[in-house]
């Protein structure tokens, strides 16, 4: 991706600044999380079970704990830590609830949460090509967010989303015990069940109309 800047009638690279540190990135996702990606924040780096999540969020809007993990290193497997860190939040679910009551100084309870919308979101200056095609399921609750940063003090953030996949995670997991868990309790919402229901009309309003699409 290449970024100008008009001058006149010159162009003036924008040049991309990495991040040194995967620190600096966790900080800058943790103290805007809400204006990026509308979550609220509960604690940096909880540590349960010998795992420490860099970031726990909570979605107020769907009423759902989202765990926030933040890489440099691209050898890492999304699937298999995504699933190990969903597994930890449905096992351990009193002590997430814990954690977000002495946080943010709330009473929350096992009732108030909707766990079928928990989600891992992987944020990362870049993604390898195996990364990326492995979240190439319809309902895989994961995300990959990749940021940039640049000279002209900007910042862009953008979601990786699976490109017209119809396959889902169940059909390859069935030796997987964890994820087989995981999936039973966990339920990703595609577009059709979206507009499952809905009148005919509404549906051709929204898939001609890209704002409310989200594009």
Not at 18 to 36: G, M, S, T
Not at 65 to 92: H, R, T, W
Not at 184 to 206: A, F, G, Q, R
């Amino acid at each position: 991706m290449l970024l100008f800047k008009i001058i006149d009638d010159n162009l003036k690279e924008i040049k991309e600044i990495p991040f040194k540190k995967e620190r600096e990135l966790h900080k800058l996702c943790e103290a805007n999380l809400e204006r990026i990606y509308g979550l609220k924040y509960v604690c940096s780096e909880f540590s349960i079970n010998n795992f420490r999540i860099d970031t726990l969020a909570y979605d107020q809007k769907n009423k759902t704990f989202i765990i926030i993990e933040y890489k440099k290193d691209k050898n890492f497997s999304v699937i298999d830590q995504g699933y190990a860190y969903l597994s930890l939040l449905l096992n351990n679910k009193a002590d997430f609830i814990l954690e977000y009551n002495e946080c943010c100084r709330d009473t929350l309870k096992r009732k108030d949460i909707d766990w079928s919308q928990s989600k891992v979101m992987f944020v990362s200056t870049s993604f390898t090509a195996y990364q990326r095609e492995s979240i190439n399921f319809k309902d895989l609750p994961m995300e990959l967010w990749e940021v940039k940063r640049f000279d002209n003090k900007t910042i862009f953030f953008n979601q990786i989303k699976p490109a017209g996949v119809k396959e889902s995670i169940n059909t390859v997991s069935r030796d997987n015990n964890d994820i087989e868990k995981v999936n039973k309790e966990i339920k990703v919402y595609t577009e059709e069940d979206h507009i499952l229901n809905v009148p005919e009309y509404m549906v051709d309003l929204y898939r001609f109309c890209p704002k409310l699409r989200g594009n």
